[in-house]
């Protein structure tokens, strides 16, 4: 089929990409004409809603899996992350609003850049090519700096913004590389034609051993793997709450899902001494996320580590078995972006926003029971199910991932 060939079924299949794309068309129309907070984030919310029944709408009627041209497979996999990605921005979006309210430059541009990013998110996990996977990356991606940066009348959030842009650069030029490399040595940028490719080889060539590492810096760097881990803590200091919850959630489960089809599709990237490797990612993961963020007294670091944590147990689960593990990576997903969701939706609450610094720091925390017992009782059942304790919901993934 031709790469640029699009039937009526193709259009239908991307019909949560199309839309989450036209609100951003009609987020930027609305806020070129008339600014006004509320309709704008009507507008995402609205358009965000209709993203996601489409999801819906799209597993039930079409003959699952469609092929999309030569870039992009819709299918159950897909439809899963896509609807986990758009209900953590609609999350997100309604943090943001409660979070913008008193905010008393331009508001709207938030809402839009979050919508785009989240696009990116959803063309990321559709993606069976290295040119559809750069594309999404770099939609996803290139939001996030000026999120990161929004509130720049902070020196930490501005500093966020250039040491995520910077970062992330490199990351986008291994990836770059990497691709260059394995199409040297396949003549091929789609998964299954590198796949095709490699299995004819009595043994992988350093060359694409090279360009498989390369493209696992550029996918660690965006997941925070040890070590690529150094931005992460720093980002999410500076970085608005919501923001923040947006890097940790919505962020992290595109880049993830497509680093987990990437693996399945092409198998035998993660054999022999790679396999090794990943391992030792992964546990360096666990175990420096897990003590780093003991040692935190400010609430957004903490939630970084963390995050760092539960991608190396989720790492763990690709190193036991791909194909087996899908189903326990999905669950353990869906916990952890609730439950991350639920802290930082706790911190926007108890925040002032633009009349000091978010309340990041642990002695904020200190007698709010006594002031907000249901806030209170919402940041510890998160705490706990972060923690994976028994009877959680972050017990439930932590079991799956075991089991």
Known sequence: MSTTSLSLTDIQALLPIILTSGTAVALMLAIASKRNHFWNSTVTVVGLNAALLSILWVSRTLALPQQVTGL????????????LILAATLACVTLAHAYMETHSGNREELYLL????????????????????????????????????YSFQRSRSLEAGIKYLVLSAMSTAFMLFGMALLYAQ???????????????????????????????????????????HLWTPDVYEGAPAPVGAFLATVSKVAVFAAFLRLLHEMPLIATGNMLVVLAAIAGLSIV??????????????????SSIAHFGYLLIAVVAGLRLQQPAVGIYLATYVIT??????????????????????????????WKRPYLTAVMTVAMLSLAGIPSTAGFIGKFHIVL
């Open 340 to 369: 991350t969701l639920a802290a930082f939706g706790v911190m926007v609450q108890v925040s002032s926003p633009y009349q000091g610094a978010d309340a990041d720091s642990l002695h904020t925390y200190r007698g709010l029971f």
């Open 288 to 305: 420096a996320g897990n003590l780093l963020a003991l040692t935190q007294t400010n609430l957004k670091r903490m939630l970084g580590y």
């Open 186 to 228: 396949t003549g091929s940028l789609s998964y299954a034609g590198i796949q095709q490719s490699l299995s004819q080889m009595s043994s992988l060539p350093p060359v694409v051993w090279a360009g498989f590492v390369m493209i696992f810096v550029a996918f660690a760097f965006k997941l925070s793997f040890v070590p690529f």
């Open 114 to 149: 979050l919508t785009l990013s989240a696009a990116g998110g959803l063309v990321m996990v559709c993606s069976r090519h290295m040119a559809g996977l750069f594309i999404g990356m770099e939609i996803l991606s290139v939001p996030l700096f000026g999120l990161a940066a």
């Open 72 to 83: 992009f497979v819709v299918d159950n996999y897909a439809c899963f992350y896509m609807a």
